[in-house]
Nanobody, 124 residues
Framework: QVQLVESGGGLVQAGKSLRLSCAAS????????VGWYRQAPGKQRELVAA???????NYADSAKGRFTISRDNAKNTVYLQMNSLKPEDTAVYYC??????????????????WGQGTQVTVSS
């Protein structure tokens, strides 16, 4: 059974920083892209940042220049360093891991795993 445990959320003042972590455990297979998403009240979940197995990154415009995504493959952990936080960054943040493995018949199977979410609240 795969488990994703997120940590690092909390309440901070605008301009401060937070670092989110997402640690995966269990039979997760080979990890491809990992990403951080967020969902504010009344809004749809949106991509914040993603990083591929090769290290290529992609950021939402709102995150560019302020957030940095990174991964530690040996620890199956992904991080999101968030600097210069703004009140509009307030949301529940979720990590998502895309992985694959092989069936007993050698067929590649793709999986998406989500964390439980961690609340980030930025006060003005």
């Amino acid at each position: 059974q795969v488990q994703l445990v997120e940590s690092g959320g909390g309440l901070v003042q605008a301009g401060k920083s937070l670092r989110l972590s997402c640690a995966a455990s269990g039979s997760i297979g080979s990890i491809n892209t990992v990403g951080w998403y967020r969902q504010a009240p009344g809004k749809q979940r949106e991509l914040v940042a993603a990083i591929t197995s090769g290290g290529s990154t992609n950021y939402a415009d709102s995150a560019k220049g302020r957030f940095t995504i990174s991964r530690d493959n040996a620890k199956n952990t992904v991080y999101l360093q968030m600097n210069s936080l703004k009140p509009e960054d307030t949301a529940v943040y979720y990590c998502k891991i895309e992985s694959y493995d092989y069936s007993p018949y050698g067929v590649r199977r793709f999986h998406d795993y989500w964390g439980q979410g961690t609340q980030v609240t930025v006060s003005s």
